[in-house]
C-alpha cells in the first residue's frame, strides 16, 4: 500500500520559516503532478503550490514570492519551503499526487494525511 507520508509542520512565529516535505513510501513506477493544498478552520480546500514531474510549478497569488515547492525524483519526495509566514497561512497542509503504479496502469490520485501548520505569536 502506498502512502503519502507528510512531515515538517509545526508552530512557528509570524515572519519565520517552515519546510514541509511529502513522501510517497511503497512500489510505485512514477510520480507524475504533485501539489501542496491547505484548509483552515471552517474553510475549503484551497491549492497553495503545484508541480510537474518535470519541473514546471504553479502557485497561488497568496503565496507567491514566499512558498517554494520542489520535487526530488529520485527520492519520490516533494518539498514546500514556506517563508515570511503570516497568521493567515495556518491551515491543514496536504499533498496531493498523481501516482502510477505500474508502468501500464492509468495514473490515480492519492492524499496525505495532513500536517498542521500553525502561524502565531
Known amino acids: 500500500q502506498v502512502q503519502l507520508v507528510e512531515s515538517g509542520g509545526g508552530l512557528v512565529q509570524p515572519g519565520g520559516s517552515l519546510r514541509l516535505s511529502c513522501t510517497a513510501s511503497g512500489s510505485i513506477f512514477s510520480l507524475n503532478a504533485m501539489g501542496w493544498y491547505r484548509q483552515g478552520s471552517g474553510e475549503e480546500r484551497e491549492m497553495v503550490a503545484t508541480?510537474?514531474?518535470?519541473?514546471?510549478?504553479n502557485y497561488a497569488d497568496s503565496v507567491k514570492g514566499r512558498f517554494t515547492i520542489s520535487r526530488d525524483n529520485a527520492k519520490n519526495t516533494m518539498y514546500l519551503q514556506m517563508n515570511s509566514l503570516k497568521p493567515g497561512d495556518t491551515a491543514v497542509y496536504y499533498c496531493?499526487?498523481?501516482?502510477?503504479?505500474?508502468?501500464?496502469?492509468?495514473?490515480?490520485?492519492?492524499w496525505g494525511q495532513g500536517t498542521q501548520v500553525t502561524v502565531s505569536s
Open positions: 508541480i510537474t514531474s518535470d519541473g514546471m510549478t
Open positions: 496531493n499526487a498523481w501516482i502510477r503504479y505500474r508502468r501500464w496502469d492509468r495514473e490515480l490520485n492519492k
